[in-house]
Protein backbone atom coordinates (compact mmCIF):
# COMPACT_ATOMS: atom_id res chain seq x y z
CA UNK A 1 0.00 0.00 0.00
CA UNK A 2 2.89 2.62 0.70
CA UNK A 3 4.61 1.92 -2.91
CA UNK A 4 2.55 4.80 -5.29
CA UNK A 5 4.77 5.15 -8.24
CA UNK A 6 3.76 4.78 -11.52
CA UNK A 7 -0.09 4.68 -10.35
CA UNK A 8 -1.19 8.36 -10.00
CA UNK A 9 -3.86 9.45 -12.97
CA UNK A 10 -3.68 12.74 -13.63
CA UNK A 11 -6.75 14.50 -15.52
CA UNK A 12 -5.19 17.63 -16.94
CA UNK A 13 -7.64 20.53 -17.29
CA UNK A 14 -8.95 21.73 -20.84
CA UNK A 15 -7.86 25.47 -20.17
CA UNK A 16 -5.85 27.07 -17.93
CA UNK A 17 -6.64 30.30 -15.82
CA UNK A 18 -2.71 30.67 -15.65
CA UNK A 19 -3.05 33.80 -18.03
CA UNK A 20 -5.54 35.70 -15.69
CA UNK A 21 -3.16 35.81 -13.09
CA UNK A 22 -0.61 39.28 -12.25
CA UNK A 23 2.02 37.23 -10.60
CA UNK A 24 3.23 40.76 -9.66
CA UNK A 25 0.56 41.46 -7.50
CA UNK A 26 -0.02 38.44 -5.87
CA UNK A 27 -1.82 38.36 -2.54
CA UNK A 28 -2.05 35.65 0.01
CA UNK A 29 -3.93 32.34 -0.75
CA UNK A 30 -7.18 33.74 -2.60
CA UNK A 31 -6.67 32.19 -6.28
CA UNK A 32 -6.26 28.80 -6.71
CA UNK A 33 -4.18 26.86 -9.53
CA UNK A 34 -5.58 24.89 -12.48
CA UNK A 35 -5.02 20.96 -10.38
CA UNK A 36 -5.66 19.40 -7.17
CA UNK A 37 -5.10 16.09 -5.71
CA UNK A 38 -7.67 14.16 -4.52
CA UNK A 39 -7.51 10.62 -2.15
CA UNK A 40 -10.84 9.34 -1.04
CA UNK A 41 -10.61 6.77 2.09
CA UNK A 42 -13.51 4.20 2.24
CA UNK A 43 -14.02 0.90 2.97
CA UNK A 44 -11.10 0.84 5.59
CA UNK A 45 -8.41 2.30 3.43
CA UNK A 46 -6.65 5.57 1.30
CA UNK A 47 -7.92 4.92 -2.22
CA UNK A 48 -5.53 5.36 -5.28
CA UNK A 49 -5.29 9.41 -5.58
CA UNK A 50 -5.38 11.45 -8.28
CA UNK A 51 -4.53 14.92 -9.83
CA UNK A 52 -7.49 16.58 -11.08
CA UNK A 53 -8.66 19.76 -12.33
CA UNK A 54 -9.45 22.23 -9.31
CA UNK A 55 -13.19 21.76 -8.84
CA UNK A 56 -15.59 22.39 -6.31
CA UNK A 57 -16.83 18.85 -4.19
CA UNK A 58 -19.79 17.55 -3.71
CA UNK A 59 -20.83 16.51 -0.29
CA UNK A 60 -23.81 15.21 1.59
CA UNK A 61 -25.61 17.75 4.54
CA UNK A 62 -25.06 14.63 7.21
CA UNK A 63 -21.26 14.85 6.22
CA UNK A 64 -19.38 15.10 9.82
CA UNK A 65 -17.65 17.58 8.52
CA UNK A 66 -20.19 20.00 8.66
CA UNK A 67 -21.37 19.00 12.25
CA UNK A 68 -18.00 18.18 14.21
CA UNK A 69 -15.48 19.95 12.87
CA UNK A 70 -13.74 16.62 12.00
CA UNK A 71 -11.02 18.19 9.71
CA UNK A 72 -6.81 19.00 9.85
CA UNK A 73 -4.77 20.88 6.81
CA UNK A 74 -1.13 21.92 6.70
CA UNK A 75 0.71 24.68 5.32
CA UNK A 76 3.80 24.60 2.85
CA UNK A 77 5.52 26.66 -0.03
CA UNK A 78 7.25 25.90 -3.51
CA UNK A 79 9.72 28.15 -4.26
CA UNK A 80 11.40 28.41 -7.48
CA UNK A 81 14.87 30.01 -7.81
CA UNK A 82 16.20 31.67 -10.21
CA UNK A 83 17.18 28.56 -12.71
CA UNK A 84 13.18 27.94 -12.55
CA UNK A 85 13.83 24.98 -10.03
CA UNK A 86 11.09 24.19 -7.65
CA UNK A 87 11.83 23.36 -3.86
CA UNK A 88 9.65 22.50 -0.65
CA UNK A 89 11.45 23.31 2.74
CA UNK A 90 11.24 20.16 5.15
CA UNK A 91 8.19 18.31 3.44
CA UNK A 92 8.77 15.41 5.66
CA UNK A 93 8.34 17.72 8.56
CA UNK A 94 4.73 18.85 7.45
CA UNK A 95 3.47 15.02 6.74
CA UNK A 96 4.88 14.24 10.25
CA UNK A 97 2.76 17.09 11.51
CA UNK A 98 -0.34 15.99 9.47
CA UNK A 99 -0.65 12.31 11.05
CA UNK A 100 -0.18 13.59 14.17
CA UNK A 101 -2.94 16.03 13.83
CA UNK A 102 -5.11 13.29 11.81
CA UNK A 103 -4.56 11.05 14.94
CA UNK A 104 -5.16 13.28 17.62
CA UNK A 105 -8.66 14.25 15.38
CA UNK A 106 -9.65 10.49 15.01
CA UNK A 107 -8.87 10.82 11.25
CA UNK A 108 -7.15 7.39 10.11
CA UNK A 109 -3.19 8.10 9.22
CA UNK A 110 -2.28 8.67 5.56
CA UNK A 111 0.56 6.34 3.80
CA UNK A 112 4.02 8.82 3.32
CA UNK A 113 3.89 8.02 -0.32
CA UNK A 114 0.97 9.14 -0.96
CA UNK A 115 1.27 12.46 0.59
CA UNK A 116 4.83 13.21 -1.01
CA UNK A 117 4.40 11.87 -4.45
CA UNK A 118 1.65 13.32 -4.37
CA UNK A 119 2.21 16.21 -3.50
CA UNK A 120 5.52 16.04 -6.13
CA UNK A 121 3.28 15.21 -9.40
CA UNK A 122 0.74 17.88 -8.63
CA UNK A 123 3.67 20.35 -8.20
CA UNK A 124 5.56 19.02 -11.12
CA UNK A 125 1.96 19.16 -13.46
CA UNK A 126 1.38 22.98 -11.82
CA UNK A 127 5.41 24.20 -12.08
CA UNK A 128 4.27 27.60 -13.94
CA UNK A 129 1.99 28.44 -10.83
CA UNK A 130 5.06 28.53 -8.91
CA UNK A 131 5.92 32.19 -8.76
CA UNK A 132 9.24 33.58 -9.74
CA UNK A 133 8.75 36.85 -8.42
CA UNK A 134 10.17 37.88 -5.17
CA UNK A 135 8.87 37.22 -1.97
CA UNK A 136 6.12 35.11 -3.39
CA UNK A 137 5.62 31.47 -3.50
CA UNK A 138 2.66 28.69 -4.15
CA UNK A 139 1.29 27.84 -1.16
CA UNK A 140 0.18 24.54 -0.88
CA UNK A 141 -2.67 23.29 1.39
CA UNK A 142 -3.22 19.86 2.17
CA UNK A 143 -5.97 18.70 3.92
CA UNK A 144 -8.49 16.21 5.41
CA UNK A 145 -12.39 16.10 5.97
CA UNK A 146 -14.74 14.01 6.91
CA UNK A 147 -16.82 13.15 4.13
CA UNK A 148 -18.57 10.23 5.74
CA UNK A 149 -22.30 10.79 6.65
CA UNK A 150 -24.26 10.71 10.12
CA UNK A 151 -25.29 12.74 13.08
CA UNK A 152 -24.36 10.61 15.80
CA UNK A 153 -20.98 11.75 17.18
CA UNK A 154 -18.30 9.39 16.24
CA UNK A 155 -15.60 9.65 13.67
CA UNK A 156 -16.65 9.53 10.19
CA UNK A 157 -16.47 6.18 7.75
CA UNK A 158 -15.35 8.03 4.99
CA UNK A 159 -12.72 11.19 4.36
CA UNK A 160 -11.21 13.20 1.69
CA UNK A 161 -7.59 14.19 1.40
CA UNK A 162 -7.06 16.96 -1.00
CA UNK A 163 -3.94 19.17 -1.93
CA UNK A 164 -5.06 22.59 -3.33
CA UNK A 165 -2.58 25.36 -4.23
CA UNK A 166 -2.53 29.42 -4.53
CA UNK A 167 0.25 31.23 -5.65
CA UNK A 168 0.88 33.54 -2.96
CA UNK A 169 2.28 36.75 -1.91
CA UNK A 170 2.89 38.03 1.65
CA UNK A 171 0.44 36.41 4.11
CA UNK A 172 0.61 40.24 6.15
CA UNK A 173 0.56 43.72 4.36
CA UNK A 174 2.49 46.32 6.59
CA UNK A 175 3.33 46.33 9.95
CA UNK A 176 1.80 43.94 12.85
CA UNK A 177 0.20 45.09 15.83
CA UNK A 178 -0.75 42.17 18.10
CA UNK A 179 -3.02 42.30 21.22
CA UNK A 180 -1.63 40.26 24.22
CA UNK A 181 -5.14 38.20 25.09
CA UNK A 182 -6.12 38.18 28.74
CA UNK A 183 -10.01 36.72 28.57
CA UNK A 184 -9.89 33.66 25.60
CA UNK A 185 -7.93 31.07 25.33
CA UNK A 186 -7.06 29.10 22.34
CA UNK A 187 -6.22 25.77 23.79
CA UNK A 188 -5.88 23.59 26.60
CA UNK A 189 -3.96 20.54 28.48
CA UNK A 190 -4.69 17.96 26.63
CA UNK A 191 -6.87 19.66 24.10
CA UNK A 192 -6.38 20.15 20.33
CA UNK A 193 -3.87 23.21 20.15
CA UNK A 194 -0.38 20.97 19.33
CA UNK A 195 -2.82 19.99 16.14
CA UNK A 196 -3.82 21.19 12.85
CA UNK A 197 -7.10 21.27 13.62
CA UNK A 198 -9.91 23.27 11.48
CA UNK A 199 -11.82 23.92 14.78
CA UNK A 200 -8.50 25.55 16.38
CA UNK A 201 -8.61 28.23 14.16
CA UNK A 202 -12.46 28.98 14.30
CA UNK A 203 -12.02 29.69 17.65
CA UNK A 204 -9.89 32.24 16.79
CA UNK A 205 -11.87 34.15 15.06
CA UNK A 206 -14.15 35.87 17.71
CA UNK A 207 -11.44 36.91 19.61
CA UNK A 208 -9.63 37.89 17.21
CA UNK A 209 -12.31 39.97 15.09
CA UNK A 210 -12.66 41.67 18.26
CA UNK A 211 -8.82 42.66 18.59
CA UNK A 212 -8.49 43.53 14.75
CA UNK A 213 -11.86 46.26 15.88
CA UNK A 214 -9.45 47.84 18.11
CA UNK A 215 -6.60 47.94 15.35
CA UNK A 216 -4.55 45.02 16.05
CA UNK A 217 -3.94 42.30 13.84
CA UNK A 218 -3.55 39.33 15.69
CA UNK A 219 -4.08 37.79 19.19
CA UNK A 220 -1.03 37.15 20.99
CA UNK A 221 -2.60 33.51 23.25
CA UNK A 222 -1.84 33.36 26.53
CA UNK A 223 -1.61 29.75 28.65
CA UNK A 224 -5.23 28.99 29.37
CA UNK A 225 -4.89 28.98 33.36
CA UNK A 226 -4.17 32.38 34.16
CA UNK A 227 -2.70 34.22 31.04
CA UNK A 228 0.07 34.77 32.73
CA UNK A 229 2.57 33.44 29.71
CA UNK A 230 2.69 34.03 26.29
CA UNK A 231 2.31 31.04 23.91
CA UNK A 232 1.97 31.85 20.18
CA UNK A 233 0.07 33.66 17.53
CA UNK A 234 -3.13 33.04 15.54
CA UNK A 235 -1.00 31.93 12.56
CA UNK A 236 2.56 32.02 14.28
CA UNK A 237 5.35 31.29 16.78
CA UNK A 238 6.14 33.77 18.65
CA UNK A 239 9.88 35.24 19.32
CA UNK A 240 11.02 37.88 21.87
CA UNK A 241 14.38 39.54 22.07
CA UNK A 242 15.56 41.16 26.09
CA UNK A 243 19.01 42.30 24.90
CA UNK A 244 20.31 40.04 22.77
CA UNK A 245 19.18 36.55 24.19
CA UNK A 246 16.52 35.38 21.59
CA UNK A 247 13.86 33.45 23.88
CA UNK A 248 10.40 31.65 22.76
CA UNK A 249 8.15 28.87 24.72
CA UNK A 250 8.67 26.02 24.76
CA UNK A 251 6.14 23.76 22.62
CA UNK A 252 3.05 21.62 24.06
CA UNK A 253 -0.32 20.53 24.03
CA UNK A 254 -1.38 24.05 23.63
CA UNK A 255 1.00 25.11 21.14
CA UNK A 256 1.56 24.31 17.39
CA UNK A 257 5.39 23.04 17.12
CA UNK A 258 6.31 25.18 14.04
CA UNK A 259 8.86 24.17 11.51
CA UNK A 260 9.99 27.38 10.97
CA UNK A 261 10.20 28.16 14.74
CA UNK A 262 12.53 24.93 15.07
CA UNK A 263 14.31 26.53 11.69
CA UNK A 264 14.83 29.98 13.26
CA UNK A 265 16.09 28.82 16.30
CA UNK A 266 18.93 26.48 14.48
CA UNK A 267 19.56 29.27 12.42
CA UNK A 268 19.86 31.78 15.30
CA UNK A 269 22.52 29.14 17.48
CA UNK A 270 24.59 28.75 13.90
CA UNK A 271 24.84 32.37 13.87
CA UNK A 272 25.79 32.76 17.21
CA UNK A 273 23.03 33.88 18.57
CA UNK A 274 22.09 33.63 22.53
CA UNK A 275 18.85 31.63 22.41
CA UNK A 276 16.69 30.68 25.29
CA UNK A 277 13.81 28.16 25.20
CA UNK A 278 11.58 29.32 28.08
CA UNK A 279 7.97 30.11 29.43
CA UNK A 280 8.20 34.00 28.89
CA UNK A 281 5.57 35.91 31.22
CA UNK A 282 3.82 38.69 30.24
CA UNK A 283 5.13 40.75 33.20
CA UNK A 284 8.27 39.95 31.90
CA UNK A 285 7.64 41.21 28.38
CA UNK A 286 5.82 44.52 29.74
CA UNK A 287 8.78 45.28 32.20
CA UNK A 288 11.23 44.91 29.25
CA UNK A 289 9.47 46.79 26.95
CA UNK A 290 9.22 50.02 30.11
CA UNK A 291 13.10 49.32 30.87
CA UNK A 292 13.87 49.48 26.92
CA UNK A 293 15.47 45.77 27.18
CA UNK A 294 12.77 44.77 25.15
CA UNK A 295 14.57 45.07 21.69
CA UNK A 296 12.54 42.97 19.28
CA UNK A 297 9.48 40.28 19.16
CA UNK A 298 8.22 38.98 15.88
CA UNK A 299 6.39 36.10 14.62
CA UNK A 300 7.36 32.75 12.65
CA UNK A 301 5.33 30.66 10.31
CA UNK A 302 5.19 28.95 6.67
CA UNK A 303 2.37 32.01 5.69
CA UNK A 304 4.14 34.64 8.01
CA UNK A 305 7.62 34.04 7.35
CA UNK A 306 9.17 36.22 10.10
CA UNK A 307 7.10 39.03 10.29
CA UNK A 308 8.25 41.53 12.80
CA UNK A 309 6.12 43.14 15.41
CA UNK A 310 5.89 47.06 15.54
CA UNK A 311 3.61 47.30 18.70
CA UNK A 312 1.77 45.05 21.27
CA UNK A 313 -0.82 46.15 23.55
CA UNK A 314 -2.01 44.81 26.73
CA UNK A 315 -4.35 46.33 29.60
CA UNK A 316 -5.26 48.76 27.39
CA UNK A 317 -1.89 50.34 26.84
CA UNK A 318 0.13 50.15 23.70
CA UNK A 319 3.85 48.96 24.05
CA UNK A 320 5.78 50.86 20.69
CA UNK A 321 9.20 48.19 19.72
CA UNK A 322 11.99 50.16 18.59
CA UNK A 323 12.84 50.31 14.95
CA UNK A 324 16.30 48.39 14.55
CA UNK A 325 18.86 49.14 12.04
CA UNK A 326 20.42 45.11 12.24
CA UNK A 327 17.49 43.15 14.03
CA UNK A 328 17.34 39.20 14.40
CA UNK A 329 14.55 39.36 12.39
CA UNK A 330 15.81 41.01 9.17
CA UNK A 331 18.85 38.89 9.68
CA UNK A 332 16.99 35.25 10.14
CA UNK A 333 14.73 36.29 7.70
CA UNK A 334 16.98 36.42 5.10
CA UNK A 335 18.90 33.27 6.28
CA UNK A 336 16.13 31.24 5.86
CA UNK A 337 14.70 32.87 2.78
CA UNK A 338 17.79 32.48 1.19
CA UNK A 339 17.88 28.72 1.95
CA UNK A 340 14.10 28.08 0.94
CA UNK A 341 15.05 30.31 -2.82
CA UNK A 342 18.13 28.40 -3.00
CA UNK A 343 19.94 30.99 -2.82
CA UNK A 344 22.56 30.00 0.08
CA UNK A 345 24.45 26.89 0.95
CA UNK A 346 21.81 24.41 2.62
CA UNK A 347 23.90 23.39 5.43
CA UNK A 348 21.09 21.75 7.14
CA UNK A 349 19.71 19.71 4.33
CA UNK A 350 15.87 21.41 4.60
CA UNK A 351 16.11 21.73 1.22
CA UNK A 352 13.63 19.15 -0.94
CA UNK A 353 14.22 19.59 -4.90
CA UNK A 354 10.86 18.85 -6.58
N1 LIG B 1 1.23 28.40 15.07
C1 LIG B 1 0.06 28.24 14.43
C2 LIG B 1 -1.19 28.26 15.22
C3 LIG B 1 0.03 28.03 13.04
O1 LIG B 1 -1.12 27.87 12.39
C4 LIG B 1 1.26 28.01 12.33
C5 LIG B 1 1.26 27.81 10.88
O2 LIG B 1 1.43 26.74 10.38
C6 LIG B 1 2.46 28.17 13.04
C7 LIG B 1 2.40 28.36 14.40
C8 LIG B 1 3.78 28.08 12.36
O3 LIG B 1 4.09 26.76 11.97
P1 LIG B 1 5.00 26.46 10.72
O4 LIG B 1 6.25 27.21 10.92
O5 LIG B 1 5.21 24.98 10.75
O6 LIG B 1 4.26 26.92 9.53
C1 LIG C 1 0.80 28.43 7.65
O1 LIG C 1 1.65 29.21 8.11
O2 LIG C 1 1.01 27.78 6.64
C2 LIG C 1 -0.48 28.24 8.29
O3 LIG C 1 -1.00 27.19 8.20
C3 LIG C 1 -1.14 29.36 8.94
C4 LIG C 1 -2.49 29.55 8.32
C5 LIG C 1 -3.52 29.70 9.38
C6 LIG C 1 -2.51 30.64 7.31
Redesign the pocket.
Known amino acids: METMTNSLVVEKAKNSKIHDVDFNNLS??SIYSDHMLVCDYANGQWQAPKIVPYQPITLEPSAKIFHYGQSI?????AYKDESGNAWLFRPIENFTRFNKSAKRLAIPELPEAYFMEGLTTLLQVENDWIPQTPGSSL?I?PFILASGTGFHASPADEYKFIIACAPSGA?FSGKVKVLIEENYSRAANGGVGYA?AGGN?AGQFYPTQLAVEKGYQQVIWTDDNNHEYIEEA???NIFVRINDTLITGPTSDRILD?I?RKSILDIAKDEGIATEVRKISVKEVVEAAMNGSLKEMFGA????VVSPIAAFGYKDTDYELPELENSYASLLKKRITDIQYNRAEDKFGWRYKV
Open positions: FGFEGMKYRYKYGAMGTGTAA
